[in-house]
C-alpha cells in the first residue's frame, strides 16, 4: 500500500468516506472541504510525499455558499497547504486541519481583502505550538503538538501533547478539545494520562506531584500511556491518544502503536528535552 492509499485510509476513518475521492484520472482527487460546501481538485505526484501535490482548482461548490466564497476557500488553501508542505512527509491531515481552523476564522458571506488574508495565514503559522493553560477556549484548542497519523489494519492512532500546570487545566484542555472537534469526539477511545510537579508552596516548602490517566474504555491503555511519560521522566504534560477503531483487533500490538505515536507528539513538542523539573530544586 503506498503511502497517499494510507493517508486516504486515515483521513476517511476520521472524516468520512467522502472526503477525498477518486476520478478517473490517475492522481487527480476531489477533496471536500469538511463543514464547508467547497470541494477542491488535487492532483498528486506519482512520486507523492517527496514532491509536493498541487490544488488545481475549484470542482464544485454548494448553492448555498456565497459568491466568491469558493475562490476564497481556494485560496487559503494554497496558502496553507505552501506552509505545512514538508518534502517526504504526507500532509493532507495538516492541510485539512489547518484549513478548517482558518475558515472558521473567516465564516462565508464574511469577505476580508488579500493582504489581510495573507497576514492571517501567517499570523496561524507563527503561533507558537503550545499555549498560556489559562487561556480562551479558542486558545485552548490550538494549544496542541499533533503527532501524524498511524495506520494499524484500518484503526487510525493520533496523539496530541500539550503543556499543563495543574489537573484543573488538563480536565479543561480535554474537555475543550473534544468540545471543539466533533471527528475527537466521535473516536472509539481517547485515551489521557498526566505528569504535574508543582513549584514549592511558599509557606509550606512542600512540592506536589500529580499524575493520571484514563483508558476511555481502551483497557490498560492509560496506564501504560502514563508510564511512558515516566520513562521519558517529563512533567507539566497532557498527552490525549485518539483511536478509531478499524473493526479488527490488534491485540498488544495496538499498546505499542499508542506509546509511538505519543512519544511523537511529546519529541515534536520538545517536552523530553525542556519539560523535565529537578525535585531537588528549592525556592
Same mark, same amino acid.
Given at each position: 500500500?503506498?503511502?497517499?492509499?494510507?493517508?486516504?485510509?486515515?483521513?476517511?476513518?476520521?472524516?468520512?468516506?467522502? &472526503?477525498?475521492?477518486?476520478?478517473?484520472?490517475?492522481?487527480?482527487? #476531489?477533496?471536500?472541504?469538511?463543514?464547508?460546501?467547497?470541494?477542491? /481538485?488535487?492532483?498528486?505526484?506519482?512520486?507523492?510525499?517527496?514532491?509536493?501535490?498541487?490544488?488545481?482548482?475549484?470542482?464544485? !461548490?454548494?448553492? +448555498?455558499?456565497?459568491?466568491?466564497?469558493?475562490?476564497?476557500?481556494?485560496?487559503?488553501?494554497?496558502? !496553507?497547504?505552501?506552509?505545512? =508542505?514538508?518534502?517526504?512527509?504526507?500532509?493532507?491531515?495538516?492541510?485539512?486541519?489547518?484549513?478548517?481552523?482558518?475558515?472558521?476564522?473567516?465564516?462565508?458571506?464574511?469577505?476580508?481583502?488579500?493582504?489581510?488574508?495573507?497576514?492571517?495565514?501567517?499570523?496561524?503559522?507563527? +503561533?507558537?505550538?503550545?499555549?498560556?493553560?489559562?487561556?480562551?477556549?479558542?486558545?485552548?484548542?490550538?494549544?496542541?503538538?499533533?503527532? !501524524?497519523?498511524?495506520?494499524?489494519?484500518?484503526? %487510525? #492512532?493520533?496523539?496530541?501533547?500539550?503543556?499543563?500546570?495543574?489537573?484543573?487545566?488538563?480536565?479543561?484542555?480535554?474537555? !475543550?478539545?473534544?468540545?471543539?472537534?466533533?471527528?475527537?469526539?466521535?473516536?472509539?477511545?481517547?485515551?489521557?494520562?498526566? /505528569?504535574?510537579?508543582?513549584?514549592?508552596?511558599?509557606?509550606?516548602? $512542600?512540592?506536589?506531584?500529580?499524575? *493520571?490517566?484514563?483508558? *476511555?474504555?481502551?483497557?490498560?491503555?492509560?496506564?501504560?500511556?502514563?508510564?511512558?511519560?515516566?520513562?521519558?521522566?517529563? =512533567?507539566?504534560?497532557? &498527552?490525549?491518544?485518539? /483511536?478509531?477503531?478499524?473493526? %479488527?483487533?490488534?491485540?498488544?500490538?495496538? #499498546?505499542?502503536?499508542?506509546?509511538?505515536?505519543?512519544?511523537?507528539?511529546? %519529541?515534536?513538542?520538545? #517536552?523530553?528535552?525542556?519539560? $523535565? &523539573?529537578?525535585?531537588?530544586?528549592?525556592?
Amino acid at each position: 500500500m503506498s503511502q497517499l492509499d494510507s493517508e486516504i485510509l486515515a483521513l476517511k476513518a476520521i472524516y468520512s468516506d467522502d &472526503v477525498l475521492q477518486s476520478t478517473d484520472q490517475v492522481y487527480l482527487y #476531489f477533496l471536500s472541504v469538511p463543514s464547508h460546501p467547497v470541494v477542491l /481538485r488535487v492532483r498528486f505526484p506519482p512520486d507523492y510525499p517527496v514532491s509536493r501535490p498541487v490544488i488545481d482548482g475549484i470542482e464544485s !461548490t454548494g448553492g +448555498a455558499a456565497p459568491k466568491g466564497y469558493g475562490s476564497h476557500v481556494l485560496e487559503v488553501a494554497r496558502m !496553507t497547504l505552501s506552509r505545512v =508542505w514538508n518534502a517526504g512527509d504526507v500532509c493532507l491531515y495538516d492541510l485539512i486541519q489547518e484549513l478548517e481552523s482558518l475558515l472558521e476564522k473567516q465564516p462565508p458571506g464574511h469577505g476580508r481583502k488579500d493582504d489581510n488574508l495573507q497576514a492571517q495565514c501567517l499570523e496561524h503559522a507563527d +503561533a507558537p505550538p503550545r499555549d498560556n493553560p489559562t487561556a480562551s477556549n479558542s486558545d485552548l484548542s490550538s494549544a496542541w503538538v499533533v503527532s !501524524t497519523p498511524t495506520i494499524e489494519k484500518k484503526s %487510525v #492512532f493520533i496523539a496530541r501533547a500539550c503543556t499543563v500546570s495543574s489537573p484543573a487545566e488538563a480536565s479543561a484542555y480535554v474537555s !475543550t478539545l473534544l468540545a471543539n472537534d466533533k471527528k475527537l469526539a466521535k473516536a472509539t477511545h481517547n485515551i489521557t494520562a498526566y /505528569r504535574i510537579h508543582s513549584s514549592p508552596n511558599s509557606s509550606l516548602d $512542600k512540592e506536589f506531584v500529580y499524575q *493520571d490517566c484514563d483508558d *476511555d474504555g481502551e483497557t490498560a491503555a492509560g496506564g501504560r500511556l502514563l508510564h511512558l511519560l515516566q520513562v521519558m521522566d517529563v =512533567w507539566n504534560v497532557l &498527552v490525549v491518544v485518539s /483511536r478509531w477503531y478499524g473493526g %479488527v483487533k490488534l491485540g498488544p500490538d495496538r #499498546f505499542r502503536i499508542i506509546n509511538a505515536v505519543a512519544r511523537e507528539a511529546l %519529541v515534536g513538542g520538545g #517536552f523530553g528535552q525542556t519539560s $523535565k &523539573v529537578s525535585k531537588s530544586k528549592k525556592n
